[in-house]
């Protein structure tokens, strides 16, 4: 069953603690994005890969980090230099730069 | 800064009527465009994508560019309740690598 996986759908955070969430696909897709969605809003693009072992910021990449180590695997980590880290969190891939994408089913973090 | 605006509605209509959902984009590098479902709570899901000038049909969907005018719609023709959900409209730009910017997304309430 081909698809992206993100885990876990819901996360819950001290203040002060990063945080890594999962993205998983077995699309064989090169590109991978990082989408924030806060309620009522638009999406807004954290950090893209092209391809393994490269990685680009998006427009608000401050207070987060990926890592592109395997084809099928685009982590993210929110570290507490992330002032407001509670959002919906969205990750795409498609086969390539630029053609469409396709979604996960979103990790819903909290910090409380 | 490239933007793609979308009005957040909500735009209602009547079961069986036509939605016209509309998105202008400022960025005449733009070469492609997407529009997404997104239930609420949900990922976004892909319904169309259109790349030249003119309408593109898809059983319900037809999606409309011009891109003298910067302006791209999407109809749905025989409005169903199922169709209410936001709908996202994103734009890709070949000079930019192909990055794609989403807009805030348009409301749709289709009632019975």
């Known amino acids: 069953d081909g698809g992206i996986t993100q885990s876990p759908k819901y996360l819950f955070r001290k203040e002060g603690q990063n945080v890594t969430l999962s993205c998983e696909q077995n699309l064989n897709h090169d590109a991978m994005y990082w989408y924030r969605q806060d309620p009522g809003q638009g999406l807004r693009l954290i950090y893209y890969s092209q391809i393994v072992n490269d990685f680009q910021k998006g427009d608000i990449a401050e207070g987060y980090s990926v890592s592109r180590e395997k084809k099928e695997s685009f982590p993210l980590t929110v570290t507490s230099a992330q002032k407001n880290p509670t959002a919906f969190y969205l990750c795409a891939s498609s086969i390539k730069w630029g053609t469409e994408a396709f979604f996960g089913q979103g990790t819903r973090l909290t910090v409380v | 800064q490239k933007e793609v605006e979308q009005n957040s509605g909500p735009l209602s209509v009547p079961e069986g009527a036509i939605a016209s959902l509309n998105c202008t984009y400022s960025d005449r590098g733009s070469q492609s465009f997407f529009w997404y479902r997104q239930y609420s709570g949900k990922s976004p899901e892909l319904i169309m994508f259109?790349?030249?000038?003119g309408d593109k049909e898809d059983g319900r969907f037809t999606a409309q560019l011009n891109k003298a005018s910067q302006y791209v719609s999407l109809l749905i023709r025989d409005s169903q309740p199922s169709d209410s959900a936001t709908y996202l409209c994103a734009g890709g730009d070949n000079n930019a690598g192909n990055m794609l910017t989403f807009g805030g997304g348009t409301r749709l309430m289709v009632k019975p």
């Open positions: 259109i790349y030249s000038n």
